[in-house]
Each structure stands twice: as structure tokens, then as C-alpha cells.
């Protein structure tokens, strides 16, 4: 699905260099992959991390999972074929995200390691940072919370191909960096990613 199909396609240059825009704009950019299970806290974590970084001064964006299949992703479906589109899609907006120099907080349940890799590749062929973040949660406690209703249905049958109940979810093997939401809470999910983000020189001691 990911082929090229367009012909007399020429990639176009800029005359502003990656150094350049950064010391311009005053920031790095880079794209925080967060995964993990529906209910796991992604999307909460997300949301906490966007506001924190821009209060702080860093130009950052959020794209979540359910609100890209609203617009870019609404032709795809669950398959294992249409997840893997779709995360290539969204790899691809966030990497033009981190060019910019934004810090691009992706939130995606993203269950398979191939599809996650892809998108780490994209990042690096490109020599731009890319964090993974496992939002790593029991599959009982994301069941409990079940903010959606989704895993009732799954249970019921009404979901076909559901993560963590008849569809696998891949843990990461080499994440940059887990946050076990069933231990800490919002606020300090938040501090440790932007510890993490210190750590890696992407922001700066404030």
C-alpha cells in the first residue's frame, strides 16, 4: 500500500539548512512515539505533555490516534494491513513535524514492533531524534478503566480484532523510555519524559 506510484517526481531542496532553522526557531525538533494499549493512559499522558512543553516555551503538537483517523487516516480500517498504513502515515507527518523543529507527541497504540521500527528508520535516515515511549499498563487495569467501553465489546464479541484481547500487542524491546501508568500518576508521567527529553539535550534545564 506504501509503493510509490507517482512518476516525474523530483525532491526539491530548500536553501535552510537543519542547523540553520534550529539556532532560527530557538528549539531541536523531534518525534516522541508513545505506545501502548488502549486505555494504557497514552492519550492523557499526551495531552499533560503537549500543555507542559508549550508553557515551558517549546513549540510542540499532538497527534493522537482516533483524531487522525478523522481526517488523514478515515479511509483505513483495523487490519493488519490498514494499521500498518496507518502508522507509516502518521511516521511520516511527524517526521515533517520534528523537520520543522516542533517536538511532535505522537499517541498511537501502534501493536506491532515492524511498524514502529519503520518509523524509527524514517527518523534516522532523516537524522532526526525519534523517542519511543512505552506507556506500559497491565492489560486487567487498562480493561478496568476502559474510558471507551472498547474492551466490553471486545469481550462480547462485538469488536473484532481488538488489541490485547483476540489481536497481539508487540511490546517495544528498546524503548528510550517507560512510564508504567498503573504506578504513577499523570504529573509524573510527565516529568519523567521531560526529564528524558533533558537528558537527551532536546530541551534545556529550566
Same mark, same amino acid.
Given at each position: 500500500?506504501? @509503493? /510509490?506510484?507517482? /512518476?516525474?517526481? %523530483?525532491?526539491?531542496? $530548500?536553501?535552510? %539548512?537543519?542547523?540553520?532553522?534550529?539556532?532560527?526557531?530557538g528549539?531541536?525538533? *523531534? /518525534?516522541?512515539?508513545?505506545?501502548?494499549?488502549?486505555?494504557?493512559?497514552?492519550?492523557?499522558?499526551?495531552? *499533560?505533555?503537549?500543555?507542559?512543553?508549550?508553557?515551558?516555551?517549546?513549540?510542540?503538537?499532538?497527534?493522537?490516534?482516533?483524531?487522525?483517523?478523522?481526517?488523514?487516516?478515515?479511509?483505513?480500517?483495523?487490519? !493488519? =494491513?490498514?494499521? *500498518?498504513?496507518?502508522?507509516?502515515?502518521?511516521?511520516?507527518?511527524?517526521?515533517?513535524?520534528?523537520?520543522? %523543529?516542533?517536538?511532535?507527541?505522537?499517541?498511537?497504540?501502534?501493536?506491532?514492533?515492524?511498524?514502529?521500527?519503520?518509523?524509527?528508520?524514517?527518523?534516522?535516515?532523516?537524522?532526526?531524534?525519534?523517542m519511543?515511549?512505552?506507556? @506500559?499498563?497491565?492489560?486487567?487495569?487498562?480493561?478496568?478503566?476502559?474510558?471507551?467501553?472498547?474492551?466490553?465489546?471486545?469481550? *462480547?464479541? =462485538?469488536?473484532? $480484532?481488538? %488489541?490485547?484481547?483476540?489481536?497481539?500487542? @508487540? !511490546?517495544?524491546?528498546?524503548?528510550?523510555?517507560?512510564?508504567? /501508568? !498503573?504506578?504513577?500518576?499523570?504529573?509524573?508521567?510527565?516529568?519523567?519524559?521531560?526529564?528524558?527529553?533533558?537528558q537527551r539535550?532536546?530541551?534545556?534545564?529550566?
Open positions: 500500500m506504501s @509503493e /510509490t506510484k507517482a /512518476t516525474n517526481i %523530483t525532491w526539491h531542496e $530548500g536553501h535552510v %539548512t537543519a542547523e540553520e532553522r534550529q539556532d532560527l526557531v528549539q531541536k525538533g *523531534a /518525534t516522541l512515539w508513545m505506545t501502548g494499549l488502549s486505555g494504557s493512559g497514552k492519550s492523557t499522558v499526551a495531552v *499533560a505533555l503537549e500543555q507542559a512543553l508549550l508553557h515551558m516555551g517549546y513549540n510542540s503538537y499532538r497527534l493522537d490516534g482516533d483524531n487522525v483517523r478523522h481526517g488523514l487516516n478515515k479511509n483505513l480500517g483495523f487490519s !493488519a =494491513e490498514d494499521r *500498518a498504513e496507518n502508522i507509516r502515515r502518521i511516521g511520516e507527518v511527524a517526521k515533517l513535524f520534528a523537520d520543522s %523543529t516542533c517536538l511532535a507527541i505522537t499517541s498511537f497504540i501502534s501493536p506491532y514492533i515492524a511498524d514502529r521500527d519503520l518509523v524509527r528508520q524514517l527518523h534516522n535516515e532523516a537524522g532526526l531524534p525519534f519511543e515511549v512505552y506507556v @506500559e499498563c497491565p492489560l486487567e487495569v487498562a480493561e478496568e478503566r476502559d474510558p471507551k467501553g472498547l474492551y466490553k465489546k471486545a469481550r *462480547a464479541g =462485538e469488536i473484532k $480484532g481488538f %488489541t490485547g484481547i483476540d489481536d497481539p500487542y @508487540e !511490546a517495544p524491546t528498546n524503548a528510550e523510555l517507560v512510564i508504567n /501508568t !498503573a504506578e504513577l500518576s499523570v504529573e509524573e508521567s510527565v516529568e519523567k519524559i521531560i526529564a528524558a527529553l533533558r539535550g532536546l530541551i534545556e534545564d529550566q
